[in-house]
């Protein structure tokens, strides 16, 4: 696990000394009713590869929750994941995002892999948001089991609460 650190560091130290597009950002969000609070907040860094259409990032999920009835917890997923754009049109993309979750604070080692389906909206030269509504793919995460995935093949939309991210071009 140490080796592996040591290699993304060292990737990512690579990639801020490149003349190349580098974006940092995340998402964030909040669930509060009477049955309790759940709190999530994934800073991102990433990075798109020169003259090509895949880009490479890395986000740290964190996420806090307390229900009526449990103790807290907290959980933190290390998230890398590869994009792949497959048409650009003026200010709107559409990529697909292979992606893994992997559980770093459980005893038991947790994993999701898969395809995640992306619609990016570039605003300015600098702020780009995405939107992710859905899921496909492989789920050994209890991570995500109070979010409806089981253990097993998954395929999940959600086209009513898609994932939001906020990102900033450098």
């Known amino acids: ?8 560091a060292l990737a990512l130290a690579g990639v801020f ?14 669930n509060i009713n ?18 090509s259409k895949w880009s490479i990032a ?9 229900y ?34 992997f559980d770093v604070l459980s005893e038991e080692f947790g994993y999701r892999v898969g395809i ?3 619609v990016a909206w570039m605003a300015t030269k600098h702020w780009t948001a995405a939107f992710r509504f859905a ?9 995500y089991h109070d979010l409806g995935y089981g253990d097993g093949f998954v395929i999940k939309f959600a086209t009513a609460a898609p994932g939001f991210g906020l990102y900033y071009n450098f």
Request: charged share 15%.
């Open 135 to 143: 899921f496909i793919g492989y789920n050994h995460c209890s991570y």
């Open 34 to 51: 009477k049955a309790g609070t759940a709190f999530n907040v994934a800073p991102e860094v990433g990075y798109c590869i020169p003259n």
């Open 1 to 8: 696990m140490k080796r592996f650190f040591l290699i993304l």
């Open 68 to 101: 009526e009835g449990t103790d807290a917890s907290h959980g933190l997923l290390l998230s890398p994941y590869v994009r792949y754009t497959l048409c650009s049109v003026e200010k709107f993309a559409v990529a697909l995002d292979l992606t893994g979750d």
């Open 116 to 118: 995640q389906p992306c």
């Open 58 to 66: 890395v986000a740290a999920d964190y996420t806090f929750k307390k």
């Open 17 to 30: 000394t490149a003349n190349a597009q580098v974006w940092i950002g995340g998402s964030t969000n909040a």
